[in-house]
């Protein structure tokens, strides 16, 4: 059972920078991910990473302003998060799953294993 936390929001004005971190409990070769859910709205997926690093995917609202990272030798994955937008305000939520990092924005439903999540407030 893999235990996931998060950390790094908070409150960060329009344009500026966060980083989120996302330490598992135990070494894996589970491709990570990061979803979002602003209030009244679903989760929503925003980007996913392969076991090894090599692979990457992002939605299309956040490609070239998020970079997703891992260090393996920390258990850790990494959100980048720049240009933030006020509709960027969400809760941010790590997943992790044995499914390829190309599938999971497409099958969150069947990820096993999610965070608890962490704010990030973008104020205009």
């Known amino acids: 059972q893999v235990q996931l936390v998060e950390s790094g929001g908070g409150l960060v004005q329009a344009g500026g920078s966060l980083r989120l971190s996302c330490a598992a409990s135990?070494?894996?070769?589970?491709?990570m991910g990061w979803f979002r859910q602003a209030p009244g709205k679903e989760r929503e997926f925003q980007a996913a990473i392969n076991w090894s690093g090599g692979s990457t995917d992002y939605a299309d609202s956040v490609k070239g302003r998020f970079t997703i990272s891992r260090d393996n030798a920390k258990n850790t994955v990494y959100l980048q998060m720049n240009s933030l937008k006020p509709e960027d305000t969400a809760v941010y939520y790590c997943?992790?799953?044995?499914?390829?990092?190309?599938?999971?924005?497409?099958?969150?439903?069947?990820?096993?294993?999610w965070g608890k999540g962490t704010l990030v407030t973008v104020s205009s």
């Open positions: 135990e070494r894996s070769s589970y491709s």
């Open positions: 997943a992790a799953d044995r499914m390829s990092s190309r599938v999971m924005r497409s099958r969150q439903h069947d990820i096993n294993y």
